[in-house]
């Protein structure tokens, strides 16, 4: 029990730790204690150390040698050309699963699609996010390609701080779900190079609407 406990925790405190990162409330160089943050965030180490481990994993946190974990310095270029890969690779899954995904899999699809608008109409940015890992997870499966779906799934791991922060940018959430319904459609009419052009676009427009609340963040800064 405590181990799933401590898990669950781990889980809270990369959401939270990735939150104040990007909001400015750690800045790039500064020390993060694993001491400091259990006390910070009412946790005991164990779940720290466990948060600091997935953050390096994101490249949002470096773990250096006598020095511990400090906040990574991403530029702007890094960040555009993570994305960029981003886009290639999910617009590259969404093409396969428009021409591979079984009548299952292109079922279960449109109906999590369909599921995810109450989340949309209640403006649960949270219960979205969540979803959305499960609809794009959905696409990378569907392409039939495990060495594929690993990559896209491991640069998704990458991004995924800065990919939840979009959802806070006002209108992004109606927005994201109409960008999702071009990809399903695509998906479902079997058009490989729609599919690739919505998803695609889908991601570059995922990319703005984070650099949108970043540079508002940085002007309410």
């Given at each position: 029990m405590d181990i799933v406990?401590?898990?669950?925790?781990a889980d809270r405190l990369v959401s939270d730790v990735s939150e104040d990162i990007l909001n400015g409330a750690f800045a790039p160089g500064d020390r993060l204690d694993e001491l400091s943050l259990a006390e910070r965030y009412g946790v005991s180490r164990t779940p720290v150390r466990e948060a600091l481990r997935r953050l390096a994993s994101s490249g949002l946190v470096e773990?250096?040698?006598?020095?511990?974990a400090i906040v990574a310095r991403i530029t702007a270029e890094k960040l555009a050309e993570l994305f960029g890969a981003m886009a290639e690779l999910e617009a590259t899954c969404a093409r396969l699963s428009a021409i591979g995904m079984t009548p299952m899999e292109r079922r279960r699809l449109e109906e999590f699609y369909a599921s995810m608008e109450p989340l949309v109409s209640a403006a649960d940015a949270e219960g979205f996010a969540a979803a959305n890992l499960v609809f794009?997870?959905?696409?990378?499966?569907?392409a039939h390609n495990g060495h594929l779906a690993e990559i896209t799934a491991g640069?998704?791991?990458?991004?995924?701080?800065?990919?939840?922060?979009?959802?806070?940018?006002?209108?992004?959430?109606?927005r994201s779900h109409a960008e999702h319904g071009a990809v399903v459609a695509a998906i479902l009419d079997a058009d490989a190079a729609a599919a690739h052009a919505a998803m695609l676009r889908h991601v570059s427009l995922v990319e703005d609407s984070f650099e949108r609340l970043a540079?508002?963040?940085?002007?309410?800064?």
């Open positions: 406990d401590d898990r669950t925790r773990v250096r040698p006598r020095r511990g794009h997870t959905q696409i990378y499966a569907g640069l998704r791991s990458r991004l995924l701080p800065y990919r939840r922060a979009q959802f806070r940018t006002p209108g992004r959430l109606p540079a508002a963040r940085a002007v309410r800064g």
